[in-house]
């Protein structure tokens, strides 16, 4: 088992970046047959950095049973989204020019169906988000606890902002809250546009602890998967917003983004 | 000589942050007779991350010869300002937050006459307009290439940019370009400030190199500091902006700094 | 939550060697009131290095909520001893100058009931032998599925091994097998040698899981500090030699070296 | 360009094991044709680890320019040979594990002619010795100011040593002192070996500073190379044991191994 961390350039962000990487790689390495590794990129939430599954999950043992290569970007708070005018195209680094990134360097598979992204809070928002924007990447997106926040950003008035941020950083991110639903950071928005273009869409593992604050936002997503019929199961039960919680639902995701479960 | 990479939680970001730092304190924890450790705070450029000082030149050597703790920060393009509404408070966070935690967290000297900051490029801005900004903490600055950049700023318009960024980047940054130099982002402005006031200012170690396309703006500050009495050193050779010209003027700003020169 | 990597200058080991380390003293460097923080020193198994609990286990959490500073060395399948001949001189490395350096370095507590030592496997007996090597140093050890392998080792001829390593191997790191149960690399003959001169004792949190290979040798060790009346906990239950028991025996550990169970 | 640190698992230290990387390879992620990379795997000195070439020359600024991966591994003071019983196969480690390790994870060229190895002092030594032992993985070999010390240990006695270790010490690394000049660890055996059964042997860029305390043995091992017509340059100068000479040499010696010069 394999664990790094790498300082390396990133155009879209126009700076050095620094990602984790998990790399179950030994047999391969001493010559054992082997496909090329499947791979999840693993987001954190607000606050955060790529140390945080690692240090709080037992993700490393999952990557190793799974034979899984798990990249951990650090999303700075961005909500992995490409900003306007501040410099931080997350969702541009992190959806495409790292997961290219790491498939070349570590020569990982290139396939769609072998290709996955996960987070929980800020970082399920981003998988949900990331797994349509680029959609022809990523076959399935694990969300825990999502902070699907665009619901809410719609009704938000300047000078206003909610326990995490302002107004004005949340219009920094996502553009203009008042026609956020109307945007490309709006996952439904997405959603709709990918089915009238007869696009694939990605298949979403969701879950969400029954006292999470953010409960209603994931069940309102998920009634709208529902009714557009997108692939995916969601999972409710006892828990709160925090490890103890995503902890639980890491191998279950896993499993079913493989298609285990 | 030790040499550490830290995460920790920044509450002026909002979020996990990343330093590394240099720290030649074997013989002290050994039980050797010494003094608290002086603080050198040492910025990188533009693109690049706090591997850069690490990666490019003597410093760890430097550290060591001048029994001095260094601490490298990610300032993430952010040319280390408080930018409005980013949610990154860059100057806070290197100047004030980071300088308390790791005076506490690695016992150092906490008297201003032992605090200094150092850059290039970019980081040579940052030096300057933190040891301004926060001239209670730092006794002086060693500036090398600095990006005094608000002369250029205060005249450019909307949608111009120069080969660095954009209007709108600078904006997020600088606030609005129009009125930089009557802002708190303005070098110039915190020295009059300063002196209006009656508050102590920096001492200021300043190189250029005669190829550096950053030479003019270098020069006008220099004279700016001559004509206001603020004492400093300048100096000018054969050299461009690259680490070959900030390698050779790495030991002797220190030397400056530490009143060995 | 601060989590580091350090590269430091051994005296013992006479070279760099590495450690981790989790410091959750953001609030104690923001000024609140605090008291130095204990220290507990966490050893992994054999064939493995500093990152293993931070990988395999809730270690950071734990430590952030008991306010805990955790530092994990690298023991290079050393059994932390101080192997003849080899150069590598663990046990005064970890037990000692590690320490040392930690303390002074992060100015933690200094104090014998701020200090403890715990471990798994190869780990639970370095765990167990320091804290009788170095028992003015430490107030109690956490020993989880030690390698409690002396009694073996007392009857192994030159030529055989085990499963772990072979004779010649054993020999370096132990000195002569045929003499180990008489020598200092022997936790009962240091627990009676600290009996016969009155120096203080540690106290021991031992666990076992029943389907351990290493069965055998917990109970015989428990039974012998029950004979000798030496502080203990005993916790036997269903479990492997794997992290799936480690990660559910550290908090009961750790609270109970902080006297808090 | 991309600097990484990694743990992982070697199957010939039988634990986890930790390298540092430089990987100049952006550009060849983002798409551009390019060949598998070039390898040099470059060697610490005694008391050093994988930190040392990075901490103190411009290994970073050499690599990017020549388009070379580098390797960085820690060798714990073991002269990267497989010493005897200590569990320790750093020979093998270095020469063969990692090298297959990391062409296979980075995707570097498996090619002999790409492949190179160079050190400083006790890296040095074991840049030569390992060219030597594996010589049909690499091509050539950088020795600045190498330990070639088996002229030295060949008189040892028992109960001596030298100011870098004892008897007993360079015993379990050389194996018999008074044999090491017809054993694998001695390198004009292997030299004499690769004649007499005609497989192809290294090339080698030496240097060695005329303050160093082992200007002698290098020029020993030089006058050996020119009696036995193996192909190699030699460059003395003035300079002693440090990295002031190691830095001078590093990028004369990486293109005399490319062909350059």
């Known amino acids: 088992m394999a664990v790094g961390r ?42 955060e950095n790529s140390g945080a599954w690692l240090w709080n999950s037992p993700i490393v043992d999952v990557a190793q049973r799974y034979h899984l290569c798990v990249v951990l970007p650090t999303g700075e708070n961005s909500f992995y989204l490409d900003g306007e005018a501040t410099g931080r195209q997350h969702a541009a ?19 769609r169906e072998d ?11 981003g998988a949900i988000h990331m797994a349509l924007q680029f ?12 902070a699907l926040i665009t619901y809410e950003l719609a009704a ?9 941020a302002n107004y004005e950083y949340y219009r920094l991110m996502f553009g203009d809250p008042a026609r956020v ?27 969400c602890g029954e006292q999470d604050f953010l409960l209603e936002p ?23 917003h925090d ?3 995503w902890r639980r639902h890491l191998e279950p995701g896993v499993r079913w983004l493989l298609g285990l479960a």
Chains 1, 2, 3, 4 share one sequence.
Request: glycine letters at 12%; hydrophobic letters at 40%; a negative charge.
């Open 218 to 240: 994931n069940r309102r997503f998920e009634r709208f998967l529902t009714e557009q019929k997108v692939g995916h199961v969601y999972t409710e039960g006892p828990g709160g």
């Open 6 to 47: 790498f300082d390396f350039f990133s155009e879209c962000l126009k700076r050095s970046a620094e990602f984790r990487i998990i790399l179950p790689n030994e047999a391969d390495a001493a010559g054992e047959e082997s496909e090329p590794m499947k791979l999840l990129v693993l987001l954190h939430g607000y606050t």
């Open 181 to 207: 639903r109307e945007s490309g950071a709006d996952p439904e928005k997405l959603v709709l546009d990918a089915i009238a273009a007869g696009t694939p869409l990605p298949r979403f593992y969701l879950a």
């Open 156 to 164: 938000m008035q300047p000078g206003n902002g909610n326990g995490v």
């Open 115 to 125: 290709t996955f992204i996960g987070g929980l809070s800020m970082g399920g928002f």
């Open 135 to 146: 959609s022809d990447t990523f076959a399935g997106a694990m969300a825990l606890s999502s």
């Open 93 to 111: 680094y992190v959806g495409q020019e790292l997961v290219r990134y790491v498939r070349k360097t570590f020569g990982l598979s290139c396939r």
């Open 243 to 245: 490890f103890s919680y």
